[in-house]
């Protein structure tokens, strides 16, 4: 016999970002970070878990592609989820797998992405959270998501805040054994669905500096950093948490522009410093800008993760179509600039 189970995760974009570690086995920031998670009919993972007594190994496929599951990370997120397993019982097929069996028992697991791996769109954030969550299911787990969450943390930062749809905040924790360090939902996805985010794709190449290794060389040599996770931050959790409360883009566009671009400012005080926005990207800053301060009110927010893909957060439906022509005519695709192409949400986050 075999049993199975899918499930589908879409990715989420900070909008006050993480950025370095205070441990780097479990995967505990040095500040609280939020997000907003995409809809799940655009940027997702997809992920099928089986189980049967006639696997000799557990095996992995990413994209059709096997790959290793000896990393730390893997390794964390199956042993944590095999550790809280219970029984489950399929009546229909005739099957019964006890709580101890799990740890016997292999599993095979086949992932896709319906957007560019690793190009800085968070495609490990939806990963590792697809993957928990599938294989908590299959192995029947009673704990809730934000206790999942914890667990997807340490496959991906990033990914524990995929666990919920809407606004999420990933409480940083105290604890050193990070039981504490978890995602919470501040808002649903019905709760400011004016929002549309559009996402030009600016380049799908593999970043050059993987985030991991990006924010430890930042942790080692900025002093920026340090400023940044202790002073400036935590007042913007706070800000933007009131922000997303009360839908206050003229506030929410403020906090998430400028901690991108502190972010990206954090990078270029790393030694060796850390470029992941290139010339197309600050032409896209550029063009924001100069728009938002041609209105009364800001009318975009933008944000750029760990590569130079621009993320664009619409008011609502009338200005994501108004900058969808703005974009077009400053970036026509197939021009000699490297937007190669538009990654468009055209539903409501
Ligand atoms: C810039 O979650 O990819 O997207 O925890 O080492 O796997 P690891 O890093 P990752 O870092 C994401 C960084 C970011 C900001 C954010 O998503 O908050």
Not at 116 to 123: E, I, Q, R
Not at 185 to 199: G, M, S, T
């Amino acid at each position: 016999w075999v049993l199975m189970v899918t499930a589908r995760t879409p990715t989420n974009i900070a909008v006050i970002k993480y950025w370095g570690k205070r441990d780097e086995k479990l995967i505990l920031p040095i500040n609280d970070s939020i997000s907003v998670t995409l809809d799940p009919n655009h940027l997702c993972t997809t992920t099928t878990v089986s189980v049967s007594p006639s696997f000799v190994e557990d095996r992995m496929w990413l994209n059709g592609k096997e790959i290793s599951l000896q990393g730390g990370r893997f390794q964390s997120c199956l042993r944590e989820i095999r550790a809280r397993a219970n029984d489950v019982e399929d009546e229909k097929k005739g099957i019964k797998i006890k709580k101890e069996d799990w740890q016997k028992l292999h599993l095979q697991i086949a992932s896709y992405n319906n957007f560019p791996t690793a190009a800085g769109l968070a495609s490990s954030a939806a990963g590792f959270a697809c993957l928990v969550f599938s294989l908590a299911k299959l192995m029947n787990l009673k704990e809730d998501n934000s206790q999942l969450s914890a667990i997807a943390r340490q496959g991906s930062g990033s990914a524990c805040r995929s666990l919920y749809g809407g606004f999420v905040k990933w409480i940083m924790g105290k604890e050193e054994n990070g039981s504490d360090s978890l995602a919470v939902q501040l808002a649903d996805e019905k709760h400011w669905d004016d929002l549309v985010i559009i996402i030009a794709v600016v380049s799908a190449r593999q970043k050059e500096t993987s985030s991991t290794s990006g924010m430890r060389d930042t942790v080692e040599t900025s002093a920026l950093i340090k400023h940044r996770a202790k002073e400036v931050v935590p007042k913007r959790i706070i800000e933007m948490e009131t922000a997303i409360k009360n839908r206050d883009f003229a506030s929410f566009t403020r906090l998430a522009c400028t901690d991108s671009n502190q972010f990206h400012a954090v990078c270029l005080d790393t030694y060796p410093p850390i470029f992941y926005m290139n010339d197309t990207s600050h032409r896209i800053i550029s063009c924001v800008e100069k728009w938002n301060r041609s209105e009364e009110t800001p009318q975009v927010a933008y944000t750029f993760d760990a590569g130079p893909n621009a993320v664009m957060i619409a008011r609502d439906r009338k200005t994501a179509a108004l900058l969808l022509q703005r974009l077009l005519y400053n970036f026509p695709p197939k021009s000699d600039t490297d937007l190669d192409s538009y990654v468009i949400g055209d539903k409501s986050i």
